[in-house]
């Protein structure tokens, strides 16, 4: 996933459609980090109105905080104690105004740091790890009671199938894209990754629980689906043909549901695009030319000490594959620099790679040790001085090349999926095949219509007109 470490916009406001009864409950999400959390907010979200409470974006008018959080980096952890020390102090100042607060942590802290949480931080009431968001109404109801409840253990039920299933009035509030957690967990253990500790190890989920839920977002508006997992191409299961599918065969499936105009998936191993989903990026329309394809280091030392189990040139080779049957992918990358180790002839191999590779979209990261993982343990760290060094030289080739696809878009005719109203009046924002928003005259077409434009500005922002 592009784990960015940033908080991704999901105030309340989540729960539109809901028939609010008279001084209903409220919540308020706050989101970090990645697409996954973003779509288990939802999914929690959608088991907190069956529970009777109602969004909100005010902080203040809350009786309920909920923060889904993210582990991948130190900052991200660090930020979230910063935020409960904020909320200690709005939950003292209501409790003086006679109302309670509860203050709820779910995701990937929560489930790295569990009870320890409540021993740093005791205005907060519970602790829920990813595996048991289905179990969150009946903690509530315990924290309600005055138990201080940690609920991290791997529940061996299914969740998704107990969580309600997403709801159509929901969904429409959530406009025309939507995330759809096809695959959980990670099992490669990468040396450098919390993933494998937090979500625990990989599973798929059943192909006709995926269809369900993709019919329902279709049947909601949502024309353009992005599957999501940690490791989205390990993804298999048993098709209703009674053999086993792979993440290609699913594609297909998937395009054929009415309404269904586009899909996407994220994120990706190199070492896990099998033929058939190379093919699905020849042969299916529906499937968008734009892939995230974590590389993570170009010196092959790095990424054997990162356990990623291929070599620089695999992954060249990898996508010079993917591009001989879609020569417009445009390619997304993640990078970290300064893992143990890394020297600077290291270095520099990930810099000639992306300059082979020509990413048009990139994340990279500073490494930072993680608690209980190999790469913690290793020996030779990289001063920090160094690490910022490198990833300010990376950062600047990565920008170059953002812009110079950016710029390579001039007079391209393209489909525009019209997604939500501009920042200005007058005008909507779309996206294009290759995930840029585009902004268009609103007279150009509905929310949800799939037009042809053409690029007519690509300066800060790509601007098209209709042909
Ligand atoms: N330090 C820095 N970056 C990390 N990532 C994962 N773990 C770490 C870490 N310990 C990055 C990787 C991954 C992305 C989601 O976050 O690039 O692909
Ligand atoms: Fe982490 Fe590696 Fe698994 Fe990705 S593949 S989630 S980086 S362990």
Redesign the pocket.
């Known amino acids: ?3 960015e470490g940033i908080e991704v916009a999901q105030h309340g406001g989540k729960l539109d459609g809901e028939p609010a009864p008279p001084a209903a409950r409220k919540v308020f999400v706050k989101t970090y980090g ?1 697409q996954m959390n973003v779509y288990d907010s939802q999914r929690m979200s959608d088991a907190l109105a069956a529970d009777g409470y109602t969004g909100t974006d005010r902080i203040e008018d809350a009786d309920l905080v909920l923060l889904n959080t993210c582990h ?2 130190e900052k991200a952890a660090e930020k979230v104690y910063s935020e409960l020390g904020r909320i200690r102090d709005l939950k003292a100042e209501r409790a003086g105004r006679g109302m309670e607060t509860l203050v709820a942590v779910a995701g990937c802290v929560a489930q790295a740091e569990g009870a320890e949480i409540i021993r740093r931080q005791s205005a907060v009431d519970l602790v829920i790890g990813p595996q048991t968001y289905h179990r969150l109404p009946q903690a509530l109801s315990r924290a309600r009671r005055g138990e201080k409840v940690v609920e991290t253990e791997y529940a061996i039920e299914d969740k998704f199938e107990q969580l309600p299933s997403p709801r159509r009035a929901a969904i429409v509030g959530r406009g025309v894209t939507a995330f759809l957690t096809v695959q959980e967990g990670c099992d490669k253990f990468c040396t ?3 993933v494998p500790y937090t979500r625990g190890s990989e599973v798929s989920r059943p192909v006709q629980q995926i269809i369900g839920e993709a019919e329902k977002l279709a049947e909601a508006g949502v024309r353009e689906v992005t599957l999501l997992g940690q490791n989205v191409n390990a993804w298999h299961g048993e098709g209703p043909d009674g053999k086993e599918w792979g993440l290609g065969r699913l594609l297909f499936r998937l395009a054929r549901i009415p309404g269904i105009a586009r899909l996407r998936y994220t ?1 990706s191993h190199p070492r896990d695009m099998d033929d058939e989903l190379i093919e699905a990026h020849r042969d299916l329309a529906e499937l968008m030319p734009y892939l995230h394809l ?1 590389v ?1 280091a170009g010196s092959d030392r790095i990424l054997k000490a990162m356990n990623r189990r291929h070599k620089a040139a695999d992954y060249v080779r990898l996508v010079e594959r993917i591009r001989s049957v879609r020569p417009d992918m445009a390619m997304s990358g ?3 620099v300064g893992f143990p180790g890394e020297t600077d002839a290291d270095f520099e191999d990930t810099m000639e790679l992306v300059r082979t590779v020509r990413y048009a979209q990139a ?1 990279s ?6 608690p209980g ?1 190999p ?1 913690a343990a290793m020996n030779d760290h990289v001063a920090e001085a160094v690490k910022d060094d490198r990833l300010q030289r990376l950062q600047a080739l990565l920008g170059d090349q953002l812009r110079a696809f950016n710029a390579g878009m001039a007079g391209k005719t393209m489909d525009l999926l019209i997604e939500k109203p501009g920042r200005r009046p007058g005008q909507r924002v779309g996206r294009s095949p290759w995930l840029q928003p585009v902004i268009v005259d609103e007279t150009v077409g509905e929310i949800g219509d799939i037009v042809s434009v053409r690029i007519t500005g690509t300066g800060n922002s790509l601007f098209a007109e209709p042909v």
């Open positions: 996933m592009n784990v990645c991948i980096r450098f990754c919390v994120t974590p993570q993640d990078f970290i994340y990261f500073k490494y930072s040790p993680r993982t790469g």
